[in-house]
């Protein structure tokens, strides 16, 4: 029986525990007999170094939320790209040496990393730099494993094994090919392994996905999907990993979901008495009837991917939405009691000023049933659709920059349409006009979870 040790680095907002290791635990667990932990390093830094913003967080007493979020916002900025000049000047970062010592002290066989975004680059390539150099010695004998989406080229050579899923992982550490037929696949999450107290809410919010990757798989600017078939889960090991949990307060994290499987997952979730959120494309099927019932299902807030006030942009992106019918799904959202968080993306390419104003004119209009405005300047980023063709986008000089430990940058310019600096700009310039459509404090974007800490 080996020992397996799992572990989540900083950085990214400790609002929740994360799903990457919580479903790969439960995969292991359900499909093999060897001993598996898991650490939380993230959280476990973020209560190092942020223990009075923890405390604030969990008290709810948010009457300066506004304030103290912005300013939790550019402390851990500040200190993410602090550290992460640190790992690139080969110094270690902050409370590198404790939590080496909780990876060591469990003395695993396997040691295994997931990285899901970029930021997390950083600390991946200093831990396995120094347990490198640790084997070396013969201090330590460990295996080393790196899997998850944000994982790159310049951190694969340093773990002894790259896995890119859970079937690769479990077949590595049984040595043998498995049949997928003798899998069992049917097994509830267990995030009892955590501390689901310590997280920066007022109480627990779980992570829940009910599919593997986006049903949609068009949009011209999105990477998720990759290669990745689509496929729902059983409704069934969702069920019971609410009912194990045994917490009320759910953010299914998924790119998007059909209405029709919403409706079945609204069946099993009404007699939970739980309450959840969601991202959505807000697609005409959204019919004031469908979404009344999600909301008495518990559906408390959806993130709707609008992206642009304009039909054009729209098209251009494949968004395969229609802007008089993301108004209406807007209005009977709001009439149904569920809140309306809106994501724009603003500097698509050969997006106009004038198309600028026409989003800006759409939030303006709709701002009755617009609970809160999340928006973004569009970055062109590697395995993009838009990249196969940027010449259909105007996209023109795009370059490659090299980093040290993260991929390459891309940098490029546009032969029409606003500048990615023109959009940051004229983003500023109606910065106030946003903010007053607000319902909720702008900074909450930065904690979405604490959007199902408000009931």
């Not at 593997?212 to 798989?217: F, L, N, Q, R």
Request: aromatic share 12%; with cysteine; charged share 25%.
């Amino acid at each position: 029986m080996k020992k397996i040790l799992l572990v989540y680095l900083p950085f990214c907002t400790p609002a929740s525990p994360p799903y990457s290791l919580t479903s790969l635990y439960s995969f292991l667990t359900a499909n093999s007999k060897h001993s598996i932990k898991v650490l939380d390093l993230n959280l476990q830094f973020h209560q190092l170094k942020f223990p009075a913003y923890q405390k604030y967080y969990q008290t709810k007493e948010w009457d300066n939320y506004e304030f103290t979020t912005k300013e939790y916002q550019q402390i851990t900025e500040k200190t993410y790209s602090e550290n992460n000049k640190k790992v690139l000047h080969g110094e270690k970062p902050d409370f590198f040496s404790e939590l080496l010592r909780q990876i060591t002290e469990q003395k695993p066989d396997l040691l295994a990393f997931s990285v899901v975004y970029s930021s997390q680059a950083f600390y991946a390539y200093s831990f396995l730099e120094e347990i490198n150099r640790l084997k070396e010695e013969r201090k330590i004998n460990v295996t080393t494993i790196i899997g998850g989406p944000a994982v790159n080229e310049k951190l694969i050579p340093l773990a002894d094994k790259f896995l890119k899923n859970e079937v690769e992982f479990l077949q590595f550490i049984e040595g043998k090919t498995i049949d997928h037929s003798s899998l069992n696949f049917s097994f509830p999450l267990d995030f009892s392994i955590y501390n689901l107290n310590a997280y920066f809410t007022p109480h627990p919010v779980i992570p829940l996905k009910t599919s593997t990757t986006c049903y949609y798989k068009q949009c011209t600017f999105c990477t998720h999907y990759a290669n990745v078939p689509y496929m729902e889960y059983s409704l069934e090991p969702i069920y019971q990993t609410i009912v194990k949990s045994q917490q009320k307060h759910f953010f299914l994290i998924d790119d998007m979901i059909p209405s029709q499987r919403l409706l079945a997952l609204a069946k099993v979730l009404k007699p939970l008495n739980i309450k959840w959120a969601c991202q959505l494309r807000p697609t005409k099927d959204f019919t004031y009837s469908l979404l009344k019932t999600l909301y008495e299902s518990g559906l408390v807030a959806v993130i709707w991917g609008v992206e642009s006030g304009s039909q054009r942009v729209l098209n251009l992106m494949k968004k395969g939405t229609k802007k008089e019918e993301v108004i209406q799904v807007l209005k009977d959202s709001h009439q149904a009691g569920i809140k309306n968080v809106t994501y724009i993306m603003f500097g698509f390419p050969t997006e106009t000023k004038e198309e600028f104003l026409e989003t800006i004119g759409l939030l303006k209009d709709n701002q009755e049933c617009i609970d809160l405005i999340s928006t973004s300047i569009f970055g062109l980023q590697q395995g993009a659709p838009i990249l196969k063709n940027p010449e259909e986008y105007s996209i023109i000089q795009i370059t490659e920059v090299e980093r040290t430990v993260l991929d390459k940058k891309i940098t490029y310019n546009v032969s029409s349409g606003l500048t990615k600096e023109e959009a940051t700009l004229l983003r500023k310039r109606y910065k106030k006009t946003i903010e007053n459509i607000n319902k909720y404090p702008k900074t909450m974007n930065f904690f979405k979870e604490h959007l199902l800490c408000l009931n």
